[in-house]
């Protein structure tokens, strides 16, 4: 069986797990540090310097999930050129659902969506695979 449908699934959640990525990094993280030092603009000491500390560590945590998705988005990319035809390859099908699941509990149900529809298709080709290859053995015997 042909895995050109799953690739292309791959390749677009890979792009769009890049572009959420970038737009993570760059923008909201740079969104959210302008408007947290807005807000402490006028508070007293004591909670400027507990609000800074506190608006410093979201960020680090904001930066890593981007910098996390970004990784994540190479290695479904790298996943997509690797996949082979004819071929079940477990550790790509347990990639994929592992990946759905994070995309999930980031709550990006775009890619979420993408990358169900892959692992539902990747799936019902595998049980081609399957079907193909028993028919050539009960042909071959």
Known sequence: M???LERKLLIIGSIWNLFTSLLTIFSYNTWF???GAQQLQNADFNLMITGTQLIDNLSRVILTFGLFMFVGSIVNFLVALKMQDNIIQYKVLIWIFIWGIVQLFSMDIIGFV???IAFVIYLSKNKAVNLSKMHIKAIIT
């Open 33 to 35: 540090n302008k408007e």
């Open 114 to 116: 993408i990358f169900l």
């Open 2 to 4: 042909n895995r050109g």
